[in-house]
T-cell receptor
């Protein structure tokens, strides 16, 4: 079956612009996670959704970052007033119902802020 | 604080040699430990997790609570094992978010 998909695969934007990154989880997975991976680092947690609600957003770095999952499936990560330091690969993962169920990762979106 | 440390950024071995990728963690409580792998041009995927007690592709990992370690081992490395390996932990009763180490790039030479 289809795995987690993310669009776009690459996004280049200018400092100060607004961007949206999309994640399509595996069908039936209620848990969805966003991570950010900077060069030379492991993935860092941003936010976790259980269904439509953000159960844990403790990893969002500041209020320029926001994520939604209005129907409990597709999720969008939104970044306002982008800064050069936001450049990274943004990873999405989904799992059957959270807990210790395996998290399946998408291919990531590489964001470059010029 | 939750922290995962992988002290080796790069590890190079020859085919057939034993390999050990080190992982130490810091967590107040009993976390669940995982190893994730990313092969070249592929997405991050789960290799094994402590709770399953499985051996995947010949790899095993033993949780040592006294030393707070979860080292990944394989007795005979293969060229196809060359990849980026990430150790991760997840706390209990929370969001089960994963906290990752910085990763170790393993190269198995012919």
């Amino acid at each position: 079956g289809a795995g987690v998909s993310q669009t776009p695969s690459n996004k280049v934007t200018e400092k100060g612009k607004y961007v949206e990154l999309r994640c399509d989880p595996i069908s039936g997975h209620t848990a969805l996670y966003w991570y950010r991976q900077s060069l030379g680092q492991g993935p860092e947690f941003l936010i976790y959704f259980q269904g439509t609600g953000a159960a844990d957003d403790s990893g969002l770095p500041n209020d320029r970052f926001f994520a939604v999952r209005p129907e409990g499936s597709v999720s969008t990560l939104k970044i306002q007033r982008t800064e050069r330091g936001d450049s990274a690969v943004y990873l999405c993962a989904s799992s059957l119902s959270g807990g210790y169920n395996e998290q399946f990762f998408g291919p990531g979106t590489r964001l470059t802020v010029l | 604080a939750q922290r995962v440390t992988q002290p080796e950024k790069l590890l190079s071995v020859f085919k057939g040699a034993p390999v050990e990728l080190k992982c130490n963690y810091s967590y107040s409580g009993s976390p669940e430990l995982f190893w994730y792998v990313q092969y070249s041009r592929q997405r991050l995927q789960l290799l094994l997790r402590h709770i399953s007690r499985e051996s995947i592709k010949g790899f095993t990992a033993d949780l040592n609570k006294g030393e707070t370690s979860f080292h990944l081992k394989k007795p005979f490395a293969q060229e196809e094992d060359s990849a980026m390996y990430y150790c991760a932990l997840s706390g209990k009763g929370g969001s089960e978010k994963l906290v990752f180490g910085k990763g170790t790039k393993l190269t198995v030479n012919p």
